[in-house]
């Protein structure tokens, strides 16, 4: 009650004003800027957490001021209670009509720097205030709100302190699930909701990634589980893909064996041409290996140093390290436990899936899965694939044919080039993926905005004429696809409104056995559900189902078969 009534008597006071309240310029903005220096708990989430707090105390403390100095009061008890309020007690008055926004961010694995700035508009507020004067609920619920606030900084910087004291590694990796809980907590709450609108153009404005890298054990004894997954491959970008909003989705591997074999590791870098990375998947041979320990260290460094990253908070980004053996602890590589941390600071959670029934595999997948708050999951050695072929598989197969070769390429030569080397891909794929890979690869494509930027890539002339983003006779003659240009001017428009006319059919057709073919696999799946959510696809889908759900993402409620 001490709170509400302090605020009462603020906002009465600050309607006794001077003159100079009117004189007021429109817009008021502070600009400002923080530096936070990472401590080795943070995460980049953490660490950007921690900067947006700090920032945001800035800002306040200037608004805050600003406000106050702006005001006279009209008498010695108000004034007095007045200047009893905090300064970020005066700016949150503002809430709901300051307009923030971050200018600048970057990260560089240590020092997160932000840049922003914050507006409030004269009438907007002086609306604001009197409303505020009028709701002692809302005065209350705010100052409540700061005292949860408060004490949520509070456990925050006590967390800090364990973890620079914490004398085990399962120690310290309890407390670093719970500090970046807490901050991630803290910056979600009603609170820092309130005070802090932010507005982030850039983010804002781009479509939302997942990355997802399979770090994938090829020695011998693998055999089945690289086969399922190379058969589940288009089923998980289809799960993941119906996502919404719908994300930008991006695949990688790490393909490694062992010193002594044919290669140490092969690396497909993360890619959101889809094709692409399934053509250099359908590559990978099992062979080699024939004792316990693997170059898992290795792959598993690589895929947390190596790989491109995205760094933009809101960006999913997931490991699988999937393997029936543990890695050889002997040689000179970086271990996985400096793996681990350094993936927790980037903000990369690490699944693990265990092939088999080895225990030091089991032991170490656990615990790289609980350091870096991911999952470990248990399958089968041949990896728990479960399959049906459906009667629509062959027909989607030969649709998928046809789209892939209908497509034409426009631009500079590069370009071109570019393009035809997609379809030179999409066909190697037909040839050598069976129907039922075809027919789910034919509906990732269609059916999702991942799956359109797989099939066209750039700078495809039906789609961009479809979309109204070029007309035919603004292209060039040099930039046309050259079986256009082999053709009479007068001929070319037919030629094009034909394929405009083949491609919405083609899509069409693929969209109606899509839902055909599901409702064909809920009749076969009924009985068998023990199989269903024990499959790899279903255990990836969930897994990836609870982790996204953290960044705003909200899946599907089953998996794509």
């Known amino acids: 009650m001490k709170d509400s009534i302090r605020f009462t008597l603020v906002l009465s006071a600050l309607f006794f004003l001077s003159p100079g309240f009117e004189a007021w310029a429109k817009t008021k903005t502070f600009v400002r800027e923080y530096t936070y220096n990472a401590s080795e708990a943070d995460s980049k989430l953490s660490a950007r957490a921690m900067a947006l707090i700090q920032i945001k105390e800035l800002l306040f403390e200037e608004l805050g001021t600003y406000v106050r100095s702006t005001f006279t009061m009209c008498a010695v008890e108000t004034e007095s209670a007045f200047k009893e309020m905090s300064i970020s007690e005066l700016a949150s008055m503002c809430a709901g009509v300051t ?35 009028k709701n002692r609920n809302e005065l209350d619920k705010m100052a409540m709100l700061k005292r949860k606030a408060d004490s949520a900084i509070a456990e925050i910087e006590q967390l800090k302190k364990e973890l620079r004291l ?97 290669y140490v590791t092969k690396q497909v870098s993360l890619t959101s041409d889809i094709d692409q990375f399934y053509y250099k998947l359908m590559a990978i041979k099992a062979a080699g290996g024939g004792d316990t320990p693997e170059s898992v260290n290795q792959a598993l460094a690589e895929a947390v140093f190596d790989f491109q990253w995205d760094d933009d908070p809101g960006t999913y980004r997931s490991i699988f390290l999937v393997g029936d053996s543990p ?13 681990c941390a350094a993936a927790v600071k980037k903000d990369i959670i690490i699944n693990t899936i265990q092939c088999g029934s080895n225990v030091a595999t089991a032991r170490i997948w656990t615990e790289i899965a609980d350091f870096t708050n991911g999952e470990h999951l248990k399958l089968t050695a041949a990896g728990s694939g479960y399959a049906v072929t459906t009667p629509y598989d062959l027909e989607l197969k030969k649709l998928a044919r046809e789209l892939d070769q209908g497509r034409m390429y426009h631009g500079t030569e590069k370009q071109r080039r570019a393009g035809n080397a997609k379809k030179d891909v999409s066909d190697r794929i037909y040839k050598e993926a069976n129907a039922e890979e075809s027919a789910k690869r034919a509906i990732y494509n269609v ?10 890539g750039e700078n495809e002339l039906i789609n961009d004429i479809m979309e109204g983003e070029v007309e035919l006779e603004d292209v060039a003659e040099e930039s046309l696809p050259a079986s256009l240009q082999a053709l009479p001017a007068e001929n070319r428009g037919k030629v094009v409104q034909a394929k405009v006319k ?24 009924a009985g068998d559900k023990t199989a269903v959510d024990s499959s790899f696809n279903s255990q990836i889908f969930h897994t990836l189902k609870r982790q996204t759900s953290k960044k705003k993402f909200r899946s599907a409620n089953a998996p794509k078969f």
């Open 502 to 525: 083949q491609r919405k059919k083609l899509e069409n057709r693929i969209a109606e056995l899509d839902l055909k073919r599901d409702e064909y696999l809920r009749e076969q799946m």
């Open 99 to 133: 307009q923030t926004k971050i200018l600048e961010e970057t990260w560089n694995g240590e020092i997160y720097y932000l840049k922003a700035k914050i507006s409030v508009e004269e009438d907007d507020l002086k609306r604001h205030l009197k409303e505020m004067e």
């Open 447 to 456: 059916t999702t905005k991942s799956g359109k930027g797989n099939f066209l």
């Open 166 to 262: 914490a004398a085990s590694m399962r120690e310290k990796s309890r407390l670093e699930k719970l500090y970046l809980e807490r901050t991630s907590r803290y910056t979600s709450s009603e609170w820092f909701k309130r005070n802090w609108a932010w507005e982030h153009e850039q983010v804002d404005q781009q479509q939302p990634k997942m990355e997802v890298v399979f770090v994938l054990d090829a020695t011998g004894s693998m055999g089945g589980m690289i086969a399922n997954a190379k058969d589940k491959i288009w089923s998980i970008a289809s799960s993941l893909a119906q996502a919404e909003p719908a994300p930008h989705l991006s695949f990688g591997l790490v393909a490694f064996r062992d010193i002594r074999d044919a």
């Open 327 to 339: 890695p050889h602890m002997n040689y000179n590589d970086v271990k996985y436990q400096k793996s």
